[in-house]
C-alpha cells in the first residue's frame, strides 16, 4: 500500500510540472519567436517487475518553422529555416554577455545600433571605419562626407563581393547652377563650352560612369584595366595648301558619327596685332614658301588688305567651327597646330592646342572625346565654295580603348568629376596687364591648400614653418608670351599650374593632375621698370584677375565618391545605423531596410549604403539551448558553440518587415490541460484510494 501512494505521488508531481509547462505555452501564445516546449516523461525504477510512478527527464523546446506574419515595420525580422540572432547584453555591469534569439522585433536604439526590445545590441559583420585618404574622392579638401550642399546624385550601387560588400556612390553639388558659358572673346578656338553644353558633358559622363558601375556589379572580381580617350585632328588644307574659302557664302564642313558640323565663313577684318603677325611669320620663311604678305607699316592697296582680311575670316571660320564641335554632348575640339610643320598627318607627330594666329592658319582641328573609350567616327572633311569642294585630311593619333573593372570604373571617375568641377583658369587681358610693347617687371605667386598640412601655402616658398612666399621675379616682360614662358620656367609653379597665351590673353590654369585645386594668383606689377633680373625694383601695384572671364573650364561644382564596406571576414560586433556616426553623410537617418542575407542598408536622399549584415548563427544541437527569459537563449556544452557562415550561407533566410509568430497553439494546449488535469485526479484517486485501503488494514488490526 505504501509503494501505491508514493507512486501516485511521483504522477502528481508529474502531471503538475506538465500543467506547469503547458500554462507557459498558453501564456506564451502571442510571444514573438517564442518556441513551444513539451513534457517528456519517463517510469521511474522497478522493483519485482512492478514501477515506482513517472517522472519528467525534460521540458524539451520544439524548434520548429513558426508561421511568418508581414507587419510593415522596416525594423522587423523573421528567420525562415534554421538559426538564431546573435544579441550582446551591454546594459549589464562586467562582461556583456552574448545571447540568442528568434525574436526579430528589432529597433534603433539611442546610440544608432540596432537593438532588441529589451535594449541588447544585435551582432553582425559591421561597417569598415571610412578612411578619408583612401575610401573618399572628394573636390572639396574640407568635405569628406555627404552634405546637403550635395544636392545630385550621380550614381550608387551596392556590389558584392566573394568576401565583402561595398557600396559606391557618387554625388555633386547642383551643377546645373554653378555652371557657366566661357567667354568667347578669350576662348574661341580653345575648347569654349556654353553653359548647355558643360551640363550636357556630364550628362553624358553619368551614364558612362553608372554603365561601369552596373558592369562592376554584375562583374566584381573583373580584371582592371583603364580607359583611353579618343583624340583625332582634321585639317582643311591639303598639301599644297590649297583653300578656297573667301566669302560668306563658303563655309568648312565634317562629318562626326554621320552627322554634318558647318561654319560659314566669317566676314572680318584684320587688325592690326593681326597683320604684324602674319608679316613677321611670313618673312622668317625661305622666299620660296612666303604668302606675300605686304608690310603692313606702309599703305596697303585695296588687293593687299583684301588678303590679309581673308586671312583674318579663315582663322575666324577654323575657330568657329571648333566652337561648334565643342558643344557636341562628350566632345572638346581645339585649333592646333602639328610639331613636324607639315600638312600632311603623321600619327607620330605632337599636336598641341594653339590659338596663334599664325597656327590657326594651318587649318588643323584636334577633336577629343571627354568620355574614355567612347569612339567618334570622322567620315569627311573639306572646303567648300560654291560647286568647288576640296577635301581635307582626318586622323586618329590615339584610338578609344574600352578598359574593365575597377580601372574602367576609376577613369570614368576621374572624368565625371573634372567635369563638373573644373580646372580652375585666371585670366588677364593684355588691358589688366597694361602690355603696350615696351618691356615692364612683375611678380608672380599663388596661394595653394595644402591637402596634408590643411593650409593655405604660398608658391614659391622659402621652406619655414610656416612657409614664406618667394614670388618670382618676371623681368622685362613686353608681350603676353615673355610673361608666360618666364612663369612655367620656375618649377614649383609649372608642378600646379600653367600659364598660356590663348587669344592673346594669359591664362593660368591648374594642370590635369590637380584639376579640383584651387589657387589664388598674386601678380603685381612694378612702376620701375630698371630692375635686374632676380633684383625688382620699384614699388609693386596689384593687378586683379578679369572676373568677366575667369572662372573654371568645367561646371565649377563639386564632385565627391565614397567607398564604405562590410567585410564579411572580420570579426562581428554591434550594428551600427546612424549615417553620421558611421562617417557617410552629416545626416543622421536614412530608411532601413534588410534582405534575405542579413544585408542591412541605409537609404538616404535616393542612395543606398550598405552599413552591415546581421549574423546568423547555427548550433549543432538546438535543444541544448538554455532558455533564460526575455526570448533569449544560452549556448551550453550540450548545444556547442554558435557556428556563422559567410553571407549567412546555409542559414535560415532573413524576412524583412516580418516577424515569426509563436509555435505554441492555443486548441492543443486547451486539450493538453484537460488531458493533464484528468491524469492528476487519476493519481489523486489511486493515492485516496491506497489510503483507503491502508485505513481498512489499521482497523482490521484493532
Excluded at 592673346?504 to 590635369?512: A, E, K, S
Amino acid at each position: 500500500m505504501i509503494g501505491a501512494l508514493w507512486t501516485g505521488i511521483s504522477g502528481l508531481s508529474s502531471q503538475q510540472k506538465a500543467l506547469d509547462n503547458e500554462s507557459n505555452n498558453i501564456a506564451n501564445v502571442n510571444t514573438i519567436g517564442y518556441k513551444a516546449s513539451r513534457i517528456s516523461f519517463a517510469d521511474q525504477m522497478y522493483q519485482d517487475r512492478i514501477g515506482k510512478g513517472s517522472k519528467v527527464l525534460d521540458a524539451e523546446k520544439l524548434y520548429t518553422q513558426g508561421n511568418l506574419k508581414l507587419t510593415g515595420v522596416n525594423y522587423d525580422m523573421a528567420l525562415s529555416g534554421d538559426g538564431f540572432f546573435t544579441v550582446v547584453n551591454t546594459r549589464s555591469a562586467g562582461a556583456a554577455e552574448t545571447l540568442y534569439t528568434r525574436a526579430g522585433n528589432f529597433r534603433m536604439g539611442d546610440n544608432g545600433t540596432l537593438q532588441d526590445a529589451a535594449g541588447n545590441e544585435v551582432q553582425g559583420w559591421m561597417m569598415t571605419a571610412i578612411d578619408s585618404q583612401n575610401d573618399v574622392t572628394s573636390t572639396n579638401p574640407n568635405i569628406n562626407v555627404f552634405t546637403t550642399d550635395y544636392s545630385k546624385l550621380l550614381s550608387s550601387k551596392i556590389i558584392n563581393h566573394s568576401t565583402y560588400v561595398e557600396t559606391i556612390t557618387a554625388k555633386a553639388t547642383d551643377y546645373t547652377t554653378t555652371a557657366k558659358s566661357d567667354s568667347t572673346t578669350v576662348f574661341s578656338g580653345d575648347g569654349g563650352k556654353t553653359k548647355s553644353s558643360k551640363i550636357s558633358d556630364i550628362e553624358e559622363a553619368i551614364k558612362d560612369y553608372t554603365s561601369w558601375l552596373q558592369k562592376l556589379k554584375d562583374e566584381p572580381d573583373a580584371s582592371s584595366s583603364t580607359s583611353i580617350s579618343q583624340t583625332s585632328q582634321i585639317n582643311f588644307k591639303t598639301g599644297n595648301g590649297n583653300s578656297v574659302i573667301s566669302k560668306d557664302s563658303d563655309q568648312v564642313y565634317v562629318y562626326i558619327n554621320g552627322n554634318k558640323y558647318s561654319q560659314n565663313f566669317i566676314v572680318t577684318s584684320a587688325s592690326a596685332e593681326l597683320k604684324a603677325e602674319l608679316y613677321a611669320a611670313d618673312q622668317a620663311l625661305p622666299l620660296a614658301s612666303r604668302q606675300g604678305y605686304a608690310d603692313p607699316t606702309g599703305t596697303l592697296t585695296t588687293a593687299e588688305s583684301a588678303l590679309y582680311d581673308k586671312e583674318a575670316g579663315k582663322i575666324a571660320t577654323y575657330k568657329g567651327l571648333a566652337d561648334k564641335i565643342s558643344q557636341i554632348p562628350g566632345l572638346v575640339a581645339t585649333t592646333a597646330i602639328d610639331s613636324g610643320g607639315a600638312d600632311v598627318f603623321n600619327t607620330s607627330e605632337t599636336y598641341k592646342d594653339s590659338t596663334k594666329n599664325v597656327d590657326m592658319l594651318k587649318g588643323i582641328i584636334q577633336i577629343k572625346s571627354l568620355i574614355p573609350g567612347q569612339e567618334f567616327t570622322i567620315s569627311e572633311v573639306a572646303e567648300q565654295s560654291g560647286n568647288t569642294i576640296i577635301q581635307g585630311n582626318y586622323q586618329n593619333s590615339t584610338l578609344a580603348s574600352k578598359g574593365s573593372g575597377i580601372g574602367a570604373l576609376e577613369t570614368s571617375r576621374d572624368t565625371l568629376a573634372k567635369l563638373i568641377t573644373g580646372k580652375q583658369q585666371d585670366v588677364y587681358t593684355p588691358t589688366n596687364l597694361q602690355i603696350d610693347g615696351t618691356a615692364k617687371d612683375y611678380t608672380y605667386g599663388i596661394s595653394i591648400y595644402d591637402k596634408e598640412l590643411k593650409i593655405n601655402t604660398p608658391i614659391p616658398n622659402d621652406g619655414g614653418i610656416p612657409p614664406q612666399a618667394l614670388n618670382i621675379f618676371i623681368d622685362n616682360a613686353t608681350s603676353v608670351d615673355d610673361m608666360v614662358t618666364q612663369i612655367n620656367a620656375n618649377t614649383d609653379l609649372s608642378a600646379q599650374i600653367v600659364a598660356r597665351n590663348v587669344n592673346g590673353n594669359l591664362v593660368i590654369q591648374t594642370l590635369d593632375s590637380n584639376y579640383d585645386v584651387e589657387f589664388t594668383s598674386n601678380l603685381k606689377i612694378s612702376d620701375d621698370n630698371t630692375g635686374t633680373a632676380g633684383a625688382p625694383a620699384g614699388t609693386f601695384t596689384s593687378i586683379d584677375i578679369n572676373g568677366n572671364y575667369s572662372g573654371r573650364k568645367g561646371a565649377g561644382a563639386e564632385f565627391i565618391e565614397i567607398v564604405n564596406t562590410v567585410d564579411q571576414t572580420s570579426s562581428k560586433g554591434s550594428l551600427q545605423l546612424r549615417l553620421d556616426t558611421l562617417g557617410i553623410s552629416d545626416s543622421a537617418f536614412g530608411e532601413f531596410s534588410v534582405d534575405s542575407t542579413g544585408l542591412i542598408t541605409m537609404k538616404q536622399d535616393g542612395a543606398e549604403f550598405a552599413v552591415g549584415q546581421v549574423a546568423i548563427a547555427v548550433f549543432n544541437n538546438n535543444r541544448g539551448l538554455n532558455p533564460m527569459g526575455d526570448n533569449l537563449l544560452a549556448k551550453t556544452n550540450e548545444s556547442g558553440d554558435p557556428i556563422y557562415n559567410l553571407n549567412n550561407n546555409k542559414t535560415a533566410k532573413i524576412e524583412s518587415k516580418t516577424l515569426e509568430l509563436s509555435t505554441a497553439d492555443l486548441s492543443e494546449s486547451l486539450v493538453n490541460l484537460m488531458v493533464f488535469q484528468r491524469a492528476f485526479e487519476a493519481n489523486a484517486k489511486s493515492i485516496t484510494t491506497s489510503d483507503d485501503i491502508l485505513n481498512t488494514l489499521i482497523n482490521l488490526k484493532r
